[in-house]
């Protein structure tokens, strides 16, 4: 692709929002939770823009795609562990509802991504 850093993609800068607002909620959450639910929704919220910086720096497109669905992969585990954050009345629906929008957008992005340079590998390819 076209872009010259992963930190020139909106999905990892958007995402690298979302670490942060994973951080300032899960801060409220109940101390028995730190080794269950916060530190789970920590590490899927930093697995997304992880996994785009990584894909980013592989020398495929291909290769790319892989830690891109990664990313993907981790915004649905974050979902889930939004709604269970909700249904256990950890965060609001409100906060569940605000974050789950992002969430999708993200995902949405980082679809948009996976599409694009699947294109370019099958033209490459000659297919």
């Known amino acids: 692709m076209g872009t ?8 990892w800068q958007r995402s690298m ?13 109940p101390k ?6 916060t530190s789970q929704m920590r590490i899927a919220a930093i697995s997304i823009p992880s ?6 720096g592989r020398s495929t497109d291909r290769d790319f795609i892989h830690f891109l669905c990664n990313a993907r992969g981790s915004v649905l585990e974050l979902e889930t562990q939004l709604m269970i954050a909700n249904g256990l009345g950890y965060i609001t ?3 569940a509802e605000a974050l789950m929008n992002e969430t999708e957008q993200i995902g949405k992005m980082l679809n948009g991504l996976i599409h694009a ?3 370019s590998v099958a033209a ?3 297919r």
């Open 4 to 11: 010259s850093s992963y930190k020139d993609l909106k999905a």
């Open 17 to 29: 929002q979302l670490v942060q607002e994973i951080y300032r909620i899960t801060l409220t959450f």
């Open 32 to 37: 028995n939770e730190t080794f269950g639910l």
């Open 51 to 56: 996994n785009i910086a990584e894909g980013k």
């Open 93 to 95: 629906k409100e906060q």
């Open 117 to 119: 340079l699947e294109k």
């Open 124 to 126: 490459a390819s000659g």
